[in-house]
C-alpha cells in the first residue's frame, strides 16, 4: 500500500511540474503573434511603458508599438523567420525562453549588404521576459551575434 501512495506522490508532483503558469502562456502567445508575423498581436501584449532591449535594435524601445516596430523591421527583411522554443522556465517575476530562430534573408534594404541576401540562418537566444498584470513589462533578448556574422559570411567578406 506505500508503494500506491509513493506513486501516487509522484505523479502528482509530476503533474504539478508540468502545468503552464499564467506567464508562460502570455510568452506563448508572444511567440505565436511573432511566428504569424502579427505587430498587432504582438505590440498588444505589452504595457504601454514597457521596455525591450535586443542587440539588433541599437537602441531600448519604449511601449508595444515600438517593440512591435522593431519586429516588423526584421518581418520586412525576413518573410520565413521562426522562432522554436527549446525551453521556457517561470521564474516568478520572470519567464526566461530559451529558442532558435531560423529565416532568410530577402530584404535588398541598403543597410543589409549584398552578401547576405538570401542566406539562410538559425541560430539560438534567450529572452527574459518581465510580467506584471498579463501584460509584457520588459523584454531583454541575448544571442551569439558572431555566430550570426559567421552564417552571414561576414568574415569571408572582409
Known sequence: MKYFY???????????????????KIVERFFNAVNAHDTIAIAQLFSANSQGESPNWGSVQTGGNAIAHEFARNFAGDSILKFNITNMFDAKKSVIAEYNF?????????????????????????????ISNDKITAIRTYFDQVAFLKQ????QHQ
Not at 509513493?6 to 508562460?24: G, K, N, P, V
Open 6 to 24: 509513493l506513486l501516487l506522490f509522484i505523479f502528482s508532483c509530476q503533474a504539478c511540474l508540468s502545468q503552464t503558469t499564467e506567464s508562460e
Open 102 to 130: 531560423s529565416g532568410r534573408i530577402s530584404s535588398t534594404a541598403a543597410e543589409v549588404p549584398a552578401y547576405m541576401h538570401g542566406k539562410d540562418y538559425d541560430f539560438k537566444a534567450c529572452s527574459i521576459f518581465s
Open 152 to 155: 552571414m559570411g561576414f568574415f
